[in-house]
T-cell receptor, first 112, second 124 residues
Framework: QSVLTQPPSVSGAPGQRVTISCSGS?????????VHWYQQLPGTAPKLVLL???TRPSGVPGRFSASRSGTSASLAIAGLQAEDEADYYC????????????FGTGTRVTVL | QVQLVQSGGGLVNPGGSLRLSCTASGFTFVHFYMVWIRQSPGKGLEWIAHISSTGKHIFYTDSLKGRITISRDNAENSVSLQMESLREDDTAVYYCVRGPMVGGVVENEALDFWGHGTVVSVTS
């Protein structure tokens, strides 16, 4: 049911930089709707870590950043830390599906 | 601080019904849309419904339309999700989420606060 595609997993050693891609289409990201990113630690509810394409909510470390281009977006985590090990989801809005919020397929980040 | 406390959920037989509730605090409830999101075991996140601040505008995912009803009580700062004719593939964790603020661009607002989630297990 997810209309935004993410890689199933990415991994990196502590201190490294990892990126997560989020591929959409012209009815969601490509239409200009904002992209938001959520972090889900094991057994917990998702937490917003980036909103409006590039904005970090208060309390989110500066090592989290995001960008977008065309029908895609990406999340980058610089200086990877053990506490960053989690599932990450992108989210946008899709105008082709009776107007709905859509999520990415999710990416598991593993810290080696 | 913003809190969304969920209740309801549990074990139900296929074909049964369930009502999920969510009580909000720490913000002006009547100023925000409210959203329900679910996550099936081992799966990703799925938007299922949202309701405007006044309750006048309601949206459902097509796959659940006719089996779910979202409602809110602004006097009680609560939002509910009534689910009927439950199937085994409705088994999931259901999250109550704060949606867009009135006056914002609904399509572009993030889902900034999430409840703890409540488990719905549909099994015979």
């Amino acid at each position: 049911q997810s209309v935004l595609t993410q890689p199933p997993s990415v991994s990196g050693a502590p201190g490294q930089r990892v990126t997560i891609s989020c591929s959409g289409s012209n009815s969601n990201i490509g239409a200009g709707f904002s992209v938001h990113w959520y972090q889900q630690l094991p057994g917990t509810a998702p937490k917003l870590v980036l909103l409006d394409d590039t904005t970090r909510p208060s309390g989110v470390p500066g090592r989290f950043s995001a960008s977008r281009s065309g029908t895609s977006a990406s999340l980058a985590i610089a200086g990877l830390q053990a506490e960053d090990e989690a599932d990450y989801y992108c989210q946008s809005y899709d105008m082709s599906l009776s107007g709905t919020y859509v999520f990415g397929t999710g990416t598991r980040v593993t810290v080696l | 601080q913003v809190q969304l406390v969920q209740s309801g959920g549990g074990l139900v037989n296929p074909g049964g019904s369930l009502r999920l509730s969510c009580t909000a605090s720490g913000f002006t409830f009547v100023h925000f849309y409210m959203v329900w999101i679910r996550q099936s075991p081992g799966k990703g996140l799925e938007w299922i419904a949202h309701i405007s601040s006044t309750g006048k505008h309601i949206f459902y995912t097509d796959s659940l339309k006719g089996r779910i009803t979202i409602s809110r009580d602004n006097a009680e700062n609560s939002v509910s999700l009534q689910m009927e004719s439950l199937r085994e593939d409705d088994t999931a964790v259901y999250y109550c989420v704060r949606g867009p603020m009135v006056g914002g661009v609904v399509e572009n607002e993030a889902l900034d606060f999430w409840g703890h989630g409540t488990v719905v297990s549909v099994t015979s």
